[in-house]
């Protein structure tokens, strides 16, 4: 809640359908795409409604001015009585954007990455003329390659708990270190985000990450792990443009 407005999340596949019973906007793809902000009314409260989300699902972000906040939240759940919802906390948000591999700045992004490593070359505008700060250092990364990669991981075994923090290593050695983790409960184990680098400080190509055995030491014990540079669920982002 900031000092005027409180802010909800409402996401999931049936966030569509609950929303429209409290608004005369239109919601559909076509009119309401992904990433377009705007006013609409909801219930008795006009709401600043952004169409992202941080957990992978379709969804809105809905700016609710606080004098409106109590009989907002419960209008959503009066109107979604005979749907599945319910209240989310961090551990659920969490987990599911790390089934996205979605980044956490303070965890996965600190001032010590950069976007290449952090596989956010896309969001440079290295195609323009455009200059902007550290794009120097950004195209030297690119050209000397990335001694670092982040990747999306899952533990074979769905048994260990993972908070974040633990050693990974490759082919028996020492080689990253996982900087988010929780139990997924899409993927039936834990999973999250590591960075990976090499021993002799080459770069870290997509070859390497790919041929190697890799391992996670949660507790003192080392648990078979599969690692991508892409999300460990729905990769394609389909469900977030549905």
């Known amino acids: 809640v900031s000092s005027s407005y409180a802010v909800y999340g409402v996401m999931g596949p049936a966030s569509r ?26 219930g008795y409260s006009t709401a600043q409604a952004t169409r992202i989300t941080y957990v992978g699902e379709l969804g809105w972000e809905l700016y609710v001015p606080c004098e409106f906040a109590v009989g907002v939240f419960e209008d959503l759940f009066d109107a979604g009585s005979d749907l599945p919802l319910s209240n989310a906390g ?6 599911l954007r790390l089934d996205k591999g979605y980044r956490a700045f303070g965890s ?8 290449v490593e952090a ?3 896309f969001t440079c505008k290295l195609q323009s003329g455009m200059d902007f700060v550290g ?6 990364v690119i050209a000397e390659g990335p001694r670092r990669r982040l990747v999306s991981f899952r533990l074979v075994d769905p048994e260990p708990m ?18 988010s983790a929780a139990w997924s409960g899409t993927l039936g184990t834990s999973a999250g985000l590591a960075y990976i680098w090499r021993r002799d ?8 990450l790919t041929t190697g055995t890799y391992e996670i030491n949660v507790g003192g014990r080392l648990h078979a792990a599969t690692i991508g540079l892409r999300a460990t669920f729905d990769p394609s ?3 977030v443009r549905s």
Request: aromatic share 6%; proline share 4%.
């Open 17 to 42: 359908t609950l929303l429209e019973r409290l608004t005369r906007a239109d919601l559909s793809d076509e009119a309401f795409p992904f990433a377009t902000s705007r006013q609409i009314d909801l």
């Open 90 to 95: 961090y551990y659920a948000m969490n987990a």
């Open 108 to 115: 996965d992004l600190t001032p010590d990455h950069n976007p």
């Open 119 to 121: 596989g956010l070359r």
């Open 135 to 140: 794009r120097r250092a950004v195209e030297r």
């Open 162 to 179: 993972m908070w974040g923090g633990e050693l990974v290593l490759r082919d028996g050695e020492a080689a990253g270190q996982v900087t």
């Open 201 to 208: 400080r080459e770069a870290v190509t997509a070859e390497h």
């Open 237 to 239: 982002n389909e469900r």
